[in-house]
């Protein structure tokens, strides 16, 4: 009998043992996520004033191809995107521009590089600084986010 306790003994000291491997083991697998980090998207919500899209479209959307290409020829920019749809009420945004980067370390001096496409596309700073002024007539900026695409496993 005396056997028999001291096996019990023994076994519940080698759980005892293996508990903190096992919990330990629970840690390492609850820290995957469920999801792969994607691409890096520069978005810009904008909203339109009332009948001025096409005004808007016809100014930004040509120089803005011309960006875009030389921005994907140089291996800044994954691709480029615009949707329109209508606000949900009077102050939100109705176009958004979105911008797609490998990731965010290829953001690092994207703004230099981004201001050499601008001097040969658009003009040198107070050409360019006039295009925004003009543009502020048809349109405002609702803001600006920087976000991480997150790819579900």
């Given at each position: ?8 003994m ?7 043992a ?12 609850a820290?995957?996520k469920?999801y ?6 520069s ?7 009332p009948?001025?899209?096409d005004?808007?479209?016809r ?7 011309k ?21 949900s ?13 490998k ?7 994207l ?8 001097n ?7 050409q ?11 349109r405002d900026?609702v803001?600006?986010?920087l ?7």
């Amino acid at each position: 009998m005396t056997t028999n306790l001291g096996m019990r003994m023994l076994r519940g000291i080698r759980w005892l043992a293996l508990l903190p491997l096992l919990v330990m083991g629970g840690l390492c697998h609850a820290d995957d996520k469920p999801y792969t980090e994607g691409t890096v998207w520069s978005v810009t919500l904008i909203k339109v004033k009332p009948g001025m899209l096409d005004v808007y479209l016809r100014d930004v959307l040509p120089m803005r191809k011309k960006i875009d290409e030389a921005a994907r020829s140089a291996g800044l920019l994954l691709s480029s995107h615009i949707l329109s749809g209508s606000a949900s009420n009077k102050d939100d945004w109705d176009l958004i521009l979105m911008d797609e980067y490998k990731n965010f370390a290829a953001l690092d001096g994207l703004s230099a590089k981004y201001d050499a496409i601008m001097n040969k596309v658009v003009g040198n700073e107070s050409q360019r600084l006039q295009t925004m002024i003009k543009r502020t007539e048809v349109r405002d900026i609702v803001g600006d986010k920087l976000m991480q695409e997150l790819v579900a496993k």
